[in-house]
């Protein structure tokens, strides 16, 4: 291979990562790692199914567990097992894979695992150098460990709910159902990342204990200096600012109603020179002129007036006609797009390939998302989707394991695979 030659192995190409996960943090984490050509093995029990494989929508005609929306979003680029941990065998099974394997994930309660007999330092007996990853509420320490969290739990912990909400609200509104799981998720591929590198250095697994309170507390930055330096608290200063922007002060900056059904567009301007291009482009040139708007101090003062001017104007304006003209002007816009816009009518998405198609066992072919690194030299692995529950047994226990057709069977029989 010339250097001018891309390489045809995506960049994880030759680890394995045995994933315990389930709901959507450690999911994301190991979908992002599939997407780099890991080869990820779901560990799964049927007694026990990750409800995320209920979780709606499913296509018209197909019932769980392999059919959801969420799960083969969640889930592409992995292989399905079917274990029973607290069976012997099952246990024994588990082992056997790690003893093969480089990573291990998983997002339950700081318990689960250890209950299993499947700790750290129980690892580490089967495979030295392996690296596993915790991703819980509050991490493996400290008096809350063992407490149990949801995505908006944590979230609420970590202080992000009390940062959100709309001007005026008494109550903090939330910023999504769900998503700080994706960022927790994409922290700690960011983490297995780095564990490989040193892994490959010094031959040293290591235990990677992320506390997804830990990742939202980390989003707070600016709030918690603004208390820690001058002792104001973030919701006694005017805050949540809505769509208005704090850090760093812009003005205008807000979504702005457009032509049509609740159709919006997003402006900002964090400079007089954006502003007056502005100005310009909306054929309101006396807006510059305007003691009131002439400034960025001043547009902030009068922020409230700022915004039903330009809203007023923006309201018969064809939103994508008018950010196309926005962005002409180096004024940074955007329309709020929807689920339609992004599959149906974005030149961009298209142009990027940011959908794929893929061909599912159960319901066929369908339209999905890629994934949103490109790579020059490594290409990403994308082509498998959601697998279906125990997919991979005969790979994973004959060819990976060595297990004999009769000793699959037995297992089967027992209750040690299922």
Not at 188 to 205: D, F, N, V, W
Not at 360 to 368: A, F, K, Q, R, S
Request: glycine share 10%; with cysteine.
């Amino acid at each position: 291979m010339t250097d001018s030659e891309p390489n045809t192995k995506p960049p994880l190409d030759g680890v394995r990562v045995v994933d315990f996960t389930w709901i959507v943090a450690g999911p994301t984490c190991t979908r992002l790692l599939g997407d780099l050509g890991a080869e990820v093995i779901r560990v799964e029990n049927e007694q026990t199914l990750d409800s995320i494989r209920f979780g709606r929508p499913h296509p018209n005609g197909f019932d769980p567990p392999d059919s959801g929306a969420m799960f083969n979003w969640l889930d592409r680029n992995k292989r399905s097992i079917t274990v029973n941990a607290r069976h012997p065998d099952g246990l024994d099974l588990i082992k056997r894979l790690i003893r093969v394997s480089d990573v291990v994930v998983e997002n339950y309660s700081s318990r689960i695992l250890e209950n299993w007999g499947l700790s750290f330092e129980e690892q580490r007996a089967e495979n030295p150098q392996i690296i596993y990853v915790s991703l819980s509420g509050f991490g493996h320490s400290g008096p809350q460990r063992d407490y149990s969290t949801w995505g908006p739990t944590a979230q609420a912990l970590s202080g992000l709910t009390a940062m959100s909400g709309l001007p005026e609200a008494p109550e903090p509104a939330g910023w999504g159902y769900s998503y700080l799981d994706h960022m927790a998720g994409f922290t700690a591929a960011a983490a297995i990342a780095a564990a490989l590198k040193h892994r490959r250095e010094t031959g040293q697994g290591q235990w990677i204990d992320l506390s997804q309170v830990e990742t939202g507390m980390a989003l707070t930055g600016p709030a918690t200096l603004d208390f820690t330096v001058n002792g104001r608290r973030y919701r006694e200063t005017g805050n949540p600012p809505g769509n208005r922007s704090v850090w760093p002060q812009a003005a205008p900056h807000n979504t702005y109603p457009t032509a049509g059904d609740d159709n919006w567009i997003m402006i900002t301007c964090t400079s007089d020179a954006e502003w007056e291009a502005f100005c310009v482009a909306s054929d309101h040139p006396h807006w510059r002129t305007d003691r009131r708007f002439a400034t960025l101090p001043a547009r902030l003062r009068h922020e409230d007036e700022l915004d039903e001017q330009i809203g007023s104007w923006t309201a018969g304006q064809d939103g994508r006609a008018l950010m196309q003209r926005l962005q002409a002007a180096d004024v940074p816009a955007g329309v709020v797009q929807n689920g339609v816009d992004l599959v149906v009518n974005d030149p961009q998405m298209k142009a990027r390939e940011w959908t794929v198609t893929r061909d599912h066992p159960v319901i066929g072919e369908h339209l999905t998302d890629g994934l949103q690194i490109h790579f020059s030299r490594t290409p990403a692995h994308r082509d498998r989707p959601g697998p279906p529950l125990g997919e991979a047994n005969q790979y994973v226990f004959s060819e990976l394991l060595g297990l004999s057709d009769e000793r699959i069977a037995e297992l089967q029989v027992n209750g040690a695979m299922g």
